[in-house]
């Protein structure tokens, strides 16, 4: 018997947060047809996700504005047999893509991995999508947080959906109990936060909580993992509190756990 599909779309395939939860839902559920749609050129991810046995196809219209890539998009699923369910990774351009496949009840799974933004011109979009379009029936939004999902709730379109909230998957490795380790004063532990450098994942927060504590634990050390235009604004905040000498920026990595 030929194995169930499920179809993944995601609009790049760069190392982020929402393509490693695709990896994850990949590699956890082998027992499937996986097919990886990304929307933009070939990227770092697609290797890993070929790795773990899915199909990958690559669209490349994804910055060729919103018209060429719908148009690309519905060019592909013409004709093509529904799955038994989708991911998508995403909610960029969301209303534009559920419109290319209203004929298909199969459920889909929305990753919601960011807070929603809060800015009048978003919360005018998303008002005049909500009249635009239709909400289908099948669409269940994913969110990585009780927050995501709170800001999501109070937006004008998403709110129309039911949201769940799953927190994000990780490797097998981590999958076993663990227990706190004594971080004796001189010990030197370091703390680390896997997020691209930008304004949204809130990296001022634990710069201000490593300066509050630097009294009492200046041995601490505070590693970023990941890039981005916030850098040389997160290096400045690190001067400003005093602590630029336990402040260290990795880059982009794509094995953080040693």
């Given at each position: 018997?030929?194995?169930?599909?499920?179809?993944?779309?995601?609009?790049?395939?760069?190392?982020?947060?929402?393509?490693?939860?695709?990896?994850?839902?990949?590699?956890?559920?082998?027992?499937?047809?996986?097919?990886?749609?990304?929307?933009?050129?070939?990227?770092?991810?697609?290797?890993?996700?070929?790795?773990?046995?899915?199909?990958?196809?690559?669209?490349?219209?994804?910055?060729?504005?919103?018209?060429?890539?719908?148009?690309?998009?519905?060019?592909?699923?013409?004709?093509?047999?529904?799955?038994?369910?989708?991911?998508?990774?995403?909610?960029?351009?969301?209303?534009?893509?559920?419109?290319?496949?209203?004929?298909?009840?199969?459920?889909?799974?929305?990753?919601?991995?960011?807070?929603?933004?809060?800015?009048?011109t978003a919360r005018a979009r998303r008002v005049l999508q909500e009249y635009t379009f239709r909400i289908p029936t099948n669409i269940t939004l994913v969110a990585c947080s009780g927050h995501v999902a709170v800001t999501h709730q109070g937006a004008a379109?998403?709110?129309?959906?039911?949201?769940?909230?799953?927190?994000?998957?990780?490797?097998?490795?981590?999958?076993?109990?663990?227990?706190?380790?004594?971080?004796?004063?001189?010990?030197?532990?370091?703390?680390?936060?896997?997020?691209?450098?930008?304004?949204?994942?809130?990296?001022?927060?634990?710069?201000?909580?490593?300066?509050?504590?630097?009294?009492?634990?200046?041995?601490?050390?505070?590693?970023?993992?990941?890039?981005?235009?916030?850098?040389?604004?997160?290096?400045?905040?690190?001067?400003?509190?005093?602590?630029?000498?336990?402040?260290?920026?990795?880059?982009?990595?794509?094995?953080?756990?040693?």
């Amino acid at each position: 018997m030929p194995k169930e599909i499920l179809i993944h779309f995601s609009p790049l395939a760069a190392i982020g947060g929402c393509e490693v939860n695709c990896l994850r839902v990949l590699e956890g559920l082998a027992g499937y047809d996986h097919q990886v749609v990304v929307f933009d050129e070939r990227g770092p991810m697609s290797d890993r996700w070929e790795a773990a046995g899915a199909k990958v196809q690559h669209l490349s219209a994804w910055r060729k504005g919103r018209r060429a890539f719908q148009t690309a998009l519905a060019e592909w699923a013409r004709g093509r047999a529904e799955p038994q369910g989708v991911f998508y990774w995403s909610t960029s351009r969301l209303p534009f893509v559920l419109e290319v496949f209203r004929g298909w009840a199969a459920p889909w799974a929305v990753h919601l991995g960011n807070p929603i933004a809060g800015n009048f011109t978003a919360r005018a979009r998303r008002v005049l999508q909500e009249y635009t379009f239709r909400i289908p029936t099948n669409i269940t939004l994913v969110a990585c947080s009780g927050h995501v999902a709170v800001t999501h709730q109070g937006a004008a379109y998403f709110r129309r959906f039911p949201i769940k909230t799953v927190y994000n998957p990780v490797g097998r490795a981590f999958d076993r109990p663990r227990v706190h380790r004594s971080l004796p004063i001189g010990s030197g532990p370091r703390v680390g936060m896997v997020a691209r450098l930008d304004s949204i994942k809130d990296h001022v927060t634990l710069i201000r909580a490593l300066a509050a504590i630097k009294l009492a634990r200046a041995d601490v050390i505070l590693e970023f993992a990941g890039a981005g235009d916030l850098q040389e604004f997160l290096l400045q905040e690190a001067d400003r509190m005093g602590v630029t000498d336990r402040v260290r920026f990795l880059g982009s990595v794509t094995d953080v756990a040693d």
